[in-house]
């Protein structure tokens, strides 16, 4: 299985990693199949809606951190509404692709993005238009 240099550098040299304390927003997903296991944290400008800041800590493969760090470099300085957008398409382009048997991986982080942008809304009370509830939302306390 081959990874492209950018999947390779973001694996090596993963940005964000970390946590956000009182973030606003913090979403958790994970694949039982492979194990991967993702959580986004999002620091968003009450005033902008904008993404100040996003962190990431990932349990699993190669691929899985690299579609982590990967994701919240494309969400960072974006509105919620722009993050909203950042698909697994996004983020695998961003990396020059994945090989097919780890698409997954692209998906989590869209789905960890989503579920963090549905922790943010419901914990302010509004409605991010084009948000649905994340099926995949893995919430726990640590």
Do not use: Q
């Amino acid at each position: 299985m081959n990874y492209s240099e950018k999947v390779m550098d973001h694996f090596n040299n993963p940005r964000n990693v970390g946590e956000i304390e009182n973030a606003s927003g913090v979403g958790t997903v994970g694949n039982a199949k492979c194990g991967d296991i993702m959580r986004i944290y999002l620091d968003i400008d009450e005033d902008t809606k904008i993404v100040k800041d996003c962190k990431f800590k990932t349990f699993g493969c190669g691929a899985a951190v690299a579609t982590s760090s990967m994701a919240t470099e494309l969400v960072k300085g974006k509105t919620i509404y722009e993050a909203l957008e950042v698909t697994n398409k996004a983020v695998m382009e961003a990396l020059d692709g994945l090989p097919p048997v780890k698409v997954h991986c692209s998906l989590l982080a869209e789905e960890a993005i989503h579920a963090a942008l549905w922790d943010y809304a419901e914990k302010n009370h509004i409605t991010i238009e084009g948000l649905k509830k994340p099926k995949n939302d893995i919430s726990d306390e640590d």
